[in-house]
């Protein structure tokens, strides 16, 4: 089970960490996955995290505001989005998994910008 | 960017019955292709992977197959927890996810 950190409303400009945290501390899986849904919308890959080397890979549309990192002790991994946009209001995923699949879901986060 | 495009992008149909919904990639992704159920206000449940293997503990009414661009997810004699959003994904080339089918009354 993933455990996802609460709701967050950001202005335009502001930055946002989401934690998603295994329970027992640990995830059971290769990878972490992030996927973002906007309402009504499909499913949108953000970026992955090979858990035993830290490996990241972002998706081309997030790379450079996107940071993907993990804490093997607490067995928690973190998203952040910087230079946030009304865009990127979403329900955030994290799913343990392989850099290919998902296989066990968060139960989501929702990030908001607003100004 | 490989494109997912799912048809139809809705289906209604009545418990008992089978539902086949349709996942065509833009260009060859072999058999890199998962489904993914998600019921609403839910996140989405993992299914099956390799185009056509199911994941641990989902039942054998869900069937995968295809190849190359053409995909089908079949469900036989749905019950009233598959009403749901299906969506397709190939990870063949980067990840990317189809549209979504809805599966409805």
């Known amino acids: 089970q993933l455990v996802q950190s609460g709701p967050e409303v950001k202005k335009p400009g502001a930055s946002v960490k989401v934690s998603c945290k295994a329970s027992g501390s640990k995830f059971g899986s290769s990878s972490v996955q992030w996927v973002r849904q906007a309402r009504g919308q499909r499913p949108e890959w953000i970026g992955w995290i090979v858990l035993g080397s830290g490996y990241t890979n972002y998706a081309e549309k997030v790379q450079g505001r996107v940071t993907i990192t993990r804490d093997r002790s607490t067995g928690t991994a973190y998203m952040e989005l910087t230079s946030l946009r009304s865009e990127d209001t979403a329900v955030y995923f994290c799913?343990?998994?392989?850099?290919?699949?998902?296989?066990?879901w968060g139960g989501g986060t929702t990030v908001i910008v607003s100004s | 960017e490989i494109v997912m495009t799912q048809s139809p992008a809705s289906v209604s149909v009545s418990p008992g019955e089978s539902a086949t919904l349709s996942c065509r990639a833009s260009?060859?992704?072999?058999?890199?292709v998962a489904w993914y159920q998600q019921r609403p206000g839910q996140p989405p449940r993992f299914l099956i992977y390799g185009a056509s293997t199911r994941a641990t503990g989902v039942p054998d009414r869900f069937s995968g197959s295809g190849s190359g661009t053409e995909f089908t997810l079949t469900i036989s004699s749905l019950q009233s927890e598959d009403f749901a959003v299906y969506y397709c994904?190939?990870?063949?080339?980067?990840?990317?996810f189809g549209g979504g089918t809805k599966v409805e009354i």
């Open positions: 994904q190939q990870y063949n080339n980067g990840l990317t």
């Open positions: 799913a343990a998994g392989t850099t290919m699949v998902m296989q066990v």
């Open positions: 260009q060859g992704v072999s058999n890199f």
